[in-house]
Nanobody, 120 residues
Framework: QVQLVESGGGLVQPGGSLRLSCAAS????????MGWYRQAPGKQRELVAT??????NYADSVKGRFTISRDNAKNTVYLQMNSLKPEDTAVYYC???????????????WGQGTLVTVSA
């Protein structure tokens, strides 16, 4: 019913920038929220940033460095990552909370993940 396609991951040097994209498709009635999570090796998956109803929130570790934004017409969410640090290295996952048609219901969907590596 809903698919998320992520892109933009890769290798970047400390202090550099990357922009991640996540596009949602399917029989979507509405998207209530979209967000980014990440999981580093040996660690729990953690929230990075979310956006819902024009509001945003961020993990303390990324405040001032990362910015989440949405293009509602394209059902796409972005994560602009600046001043990247080695500890930002992780697989980044897109998440959406959506209402779909036929049958009309709520779904939570995860993207496939995109690897971000911050290293000199």
């Amino acid at each position: 019913q809903v698919q998320l396609v992520e892109s933009g991951g890769g290798l970047v040097q400390p202090g550099g920038s990357l922009r991640l994209s996540c596009a949602a498709s399917g029989n979507i009635a509405s998207i209530n929220a979209m967000g980014w999570y990440r999981q580093a090796p040996g660690k729990q998956r953690e929230l990075v940033a979310t956006t819902s109803g024009g509001s945003t929130n961020y993990a303390d570790s990324v405040k001032g460095r990362f910015t989440i934004s949405r293009d509602n017409a394209k059902n796409t969410v972005y994560l602009q990552m600046n001043s990247l640090k080695p500890e930002d290295t992780a697989v980044y996952y897109c998440n959406t909370q959506a209402v779909v048609f036929a049958p009309y219901r709520y779904l939570e969907v995860w993207g496939q993940g995109t690897l971000v590596t911050v290293s000199a």
